[in-house]
């Protein structure tokens, strides 16, 4: 087992750096270390994974975590190089990674500093769709600037040698624990579709490929894994427009635009005035009906724009 653990990095050392900071991040040839849920499973192909560092102490990331969730976590975070997916490296392996991240990094300014390298483990593809949370550091592992001469500043790390900061600090296995403070998207998804493809978890996958995203079916109360219960909006009949719209105290992250147009070759326009809402019996418990009236002298079209605020301000 370290022999093959041996080859591999050698064999990535022979590699020609670029000029930028190369971090390579392993949990291979170690069974602790494989990367699990708060059940103990291994977490699934596609979760995602971010290397980066924090400006401030564990405890007050633990604090974070409290308050704002795991979007606050995120954002706190500053990421080095692009997100990664467990089983990168590994074909597509559950538990596992092996990835080589990149990013220029100037020997004045870098960004990161004198901080000690994380990983941050979510257990979907994306903050929004995630309820559970891992987070690992290194100590006295810090992310080298870019070297001299046209080499990179190189890091090379393993799963093992990491300390647990967010997560259950199991020494036989590390972790994710269950999020209390998951946003009500990530609750919803999970409830509709479980946790055995992550990928299908996200905002913008359509899990049940009928032409809605999953933020489509969510906000107008539709349905992610059944195509038969796509998230409705009533057209203009006899100058009214009708749709389902999630409130404010139950996720306002979630937000709502009315624009109209009387030619599709013209810029979209909204409506400013708040929609009257009504009590629909037939609605899920958390959603009220959005109506508004449109002159009916006139030929307009009329779309209902649907975003995700991942800062709402509230």
Request: glycine share 10%; proline share 6%; charged share 20%.
């Amino acid at each position: 087992m370290n022999s093959c653990n041996v080859m591999i990095l050698a064999l990535v050392a022979m590699t020609a750096w670029t000029q930028a900071t190369n971090v390579m991040v392993s949990t291979l040839n170690d069974v602790p270390s494989t990367l699990r849920a708060a059940d103990g499973a291994s977490l699934p192909a596609g979760c995602l994974a971010q290397l980066g560092t924090f400006a401030f102490t564990d405890e007050l990331i633990e604090g974070t975590l409290n308050t704002t969730g795991i979007l606050g976590v995120m954002a706190a975070m500053r990421p080095f190089g692009s997100a990664v997916a467990v089983g990168d490296g590994t074909n597509g392996v559950a538990g596992q990674l092996q990835v080589e991240v990149q990013e220029t990094l100037p020997a004045e300014g870098n960004p990161h500093g004198d901080a000690d390298m994380c990983l941050l483990v979510l257990n979907g593809p994306s903050a929004e769709a995630s309820t559970e949370i891992l987070l690992l550091r290194w100590d006295n592992r810090t992310i080298p600037p870019d070297g001299v001469g046209g080499l990179g500043g190189v890091l090379s790390v393993h799963v093992r040698d990491s300390v647990v900061v967010l997560g259950t600090s199991d020494p036989t296995q590390r972790r994710a624990r269950m999020d209390d403070h998951a946003t009500p998207f990530a609750k919803w998804i999970h409830a509709q579709l479980g946790d055995d493809d992550p990928l299908a978890l996200s905002l913008t996958a359509d899990a049940d490929d009928d032409g809605e995203s999953n933020l489509v079916e969510y906000a107008l109360a539709g349905a992610a894994g059944d195509s038969s219960q796509s998230g409705r909006v009533d057209g203009l009949s006899e100058g009214v427009l009708t749709f389902p719209r999630l409130d404010v105290a139950a996720d306002g992250r979630v937000d709502y635009t009315v624009e109209f147009t009387d030619d599709l070759r013209r810029p979209w326009i909204p409506l400013t005035n708040p929609l009257p809402r009504e009590f629909d019996p037939s609605l899920p418990e958390g959603y009220t009906l959005a109506r508004t009236t449109f002159s009916q002298d006139i030929r307009i079209f009329v779309r209902v724009r649907i975003a995700y605020l991942t800062d709402p301000g509230i």
